[in-house]
């Protein structure tokens, strides 16, 4: 009997992933359930187990794509720079930012909610610059999430939220050191102010939250002018950098 068990165990081989029960699935349910994993790093994973679902989990209908390289811009949801990205983005979109080289990003008015996510293993692989002269690299009106992003601004402010929920996730922020550094902030926050600003969606409370996000340069991390004041900083200091999570909310 022992023999007979050992031979059985012998002649059963693994199954590959095209016989796994998952993949009897058609297309748009396998793609249904990948809309509910987290953009990074779950579905960022899923994409690497086979070709079925690399060319699943980079559909235009989970997300859009960035590409400076890409040759091909008649692909659908691929993209030349995150402007276009952003104005052909619907409400809800994730567009994932291809990693290497710097994508610009001056004055881009994000007024629907979306999720800009960069590309990279790291987030100092995938850079967004926001030349001199701009306000911001990146203005936001309504709830938006940033992760995995460096932003860097000579001039002026890396983000500028000015209502709706912004969340801030394993990012890089910098202003590029200069003698007018006091006219350098990396986030301004103008919410809760007199301005009247237009969003697509309503927005429920305004608030920045930031985590585990590096902060460099400029005349403070947080400038606000609204009814936000910032509150529950943490601070954790590594070798070379110094990482920050804390919220700007209403008192």
Known sequence: MEEQGKQKKKNKKPLSSSFCPINNLDDGCLMHIFSFLS???DRY????VCHRWCYLAC???LWLRVEQSAKDLS???????????VSAARPGDTILIAAG????ASNIQINKPLCLIGGGELPDETTLLCSRGSDSALEFITTCKLAN????AELGCCLLHRSGRLTIDSCILQCEASPLDYLSCPIISTAGGNEVVSSTVKTKGNRVSVSQTRIEGGAKAVLTSGDLTLQQVRVIYARTFVYFWFDVDSQ
């Open 39 to 41: 953009p990074i790093p």
């Open 45 to 48: 994973n899923t994409a690497l």
């Open 59 to 61: 559909h235009p209908r």
């Open 75 to 85: 692909e659908p949801g691929v993209f030349p720079s995150i402007e276009k990205a």
């Open 101 to 104: 080289g710097r994508h610009l």
């Open 149 to 152: 992003l460096t932003v860097k």
